[in-house]
């Protein structure tokens, strides 16, 4: 099939939606589909067979774009719908596979075409919205509305997680999938195979990510204080981040005392992943905000290590005491939980075992590619069906 993929947002860049994007183009690739990339004009431009790449104009004034709401993404995105219309008039697509805001730009376009339309369903667009501009909470019940119209226009809806699952079932999708994120870590990853080096008697914590309020990570800054006040031996690295971003949070930790135990590492490739978790006893995702599922979850849960996070739905739909360890979103019982885990490394070593054994049957490359397949089969088989009809 020739499918159009609406992406609006930087692509390529190493951060949870455009990686996501990247996994399934190479698989539509994989499977022998012709797929366009509609995008904006920032990012890596990766080469896959059958795949090209298609930008916005360029932006002289918009050079990044920070996750959430903004006035750069609102320009970025009409200039996306622009692109999409021509695209749409000169080639002949059978899907519309749109990322998030991008199903309003295939639902226009579906208007003079017959083309399928995807929603991929990374987050819920009006909480996303209404959290980065509390401001614009008034027209929260309109843009419900507006998501529950795109998501039953929708000739099937792919879910990140069961919390949107829900959201597009209540809304009366045609189709819905759960396409989780999958461990980043590589395939013949083997947490036996890299174990940290020899080092003193320090329990090390880690945090991977943007460093974003919803992250958290003024929370996981206060509990770490208070957990060093009975713990001195533990280390807390931050990889993730810009430059004002990590100024920012390097100050607060030195205002807490810190500045000796908490270490910077800014923007860290994917690459470094392994070696980062290899190096770690407990990796922590302190979250405040979301439905979603954050994609380091599963990469947490893949490397072996205890994973400690914020006891929210957004961590709950994926994790259980099983596998890792939940505490409330405020400082003190999250630094507490840090303690017992920095106490109890047989428990540690647990949540480890666990997590991997999950995340290797859930949450692999091949979970993800096994759903993108069964999808995509099942709607071109639906798209063969109609056509064979309308000829009848």
Not at 100 to 126: C, K, N, Q, W
Not at 268 to 294: E, H
Request: with cysteine; proline share 7%.
């Amino acid at each position: 099939m020739r499918i159009l993929v609406i992406a609006p947002q930087p692509f390529f860049q190493e951060r949870g939606t455009p990686i996501a994007v990247r996994l399934l183009v190479q698989r539509l690739s994989a499977l022998g589909h012709v797929v366009d990339i509609a995008t904006w004009h920032l990012g890596a431009t990766p080469s896959y067979p059958n795949v090209t790449v298609r930008r916005i104009f360029r932006v002289p004034f918009i050079r990044k774009v920070r996750p959430g709401f903004s006035a750069a993404k609102l320009i970025c995105d009409l200039l996306l719908g622009f692109l999409c219309v021509r695209l749409a008039w000169t080639r002949r697509y059978e899907v519309y596979h749109a990322v998030e805001e991008g199903v309003f730009i295939a639902h226009f376009l579906r208007l003079f075409t017959r083309a399928a339309v995807v929603y991929d369903m990374d987050s819920s667009m009006p909480l996303q919205i209404v959290e980065s501009a509390p401001q614009v909470r008034f027209v929260l019940p309109l843009l419900q509305r507006l998501e529950r119209w795109a998501i039953r226009k929708a000739t099937g809806v792919l879910c990140v997680c069961d919390a949107l699952a829900e959201i597009a079932h209540a809304a009366g999708a045609q189709r819905v999938a759960v396409l989780r994120d999958c461990s980043l870590l590589p395939d013949d990853y083997d947490p036996n195979l890299h174990s940290p080096p020899l080092r003193q008697t320090a329990v090390r914590l880690l945090y991977v990510g943007n460093l974003e309020p919803y992250q958290g990570v003024d929370l996981l800054l206060d509990a770490f204080h208070f957990a060093r006040q009975k713990h001195q031996d533990l280390l807390l690295t931050i990889a993730g981040g810009s430059p004002p971003e990590i100024a920012r949070y390097a100050a607060r930790a030195a205002a807490l005392g810190l500045s000796d135990a908490v270490r910077f590492l800014g923007a860290t490739p994917l690459s470094a992943l392994p070696a980062l978790m290899a190096d770690a006893d407990i990796l922590v995702s302190p979250r405040l905000k979301g439905n979603n599922t954050p994609m380091k979850i599963y990469t947490y849960l893949d490397s072996g290590k205890a994973v400690l996070a914020t006891d929210l739905p957004t961590h709950r739909q994926a994790l259980s005491s099983h596998i890792a360890r939940l505490a409330p979103p405020e400082p003190m019982p999250f630094a507490q939980a840090m303690l017992d885990l920095a106490r109890h490394p047989e428990e540690r070593a647990r949540l480890g075992r666990n997590g991997r054994t999950q995340a290797r049957a859930f949450h692999s490359k091949t979970a993800f590619e096994k759903t993108v397949d069964a999808f995509y089969a099942a709607l071109e088989q639906d798209l063969k069906s109609k056509r064979i009809l309308a000829g009848s």
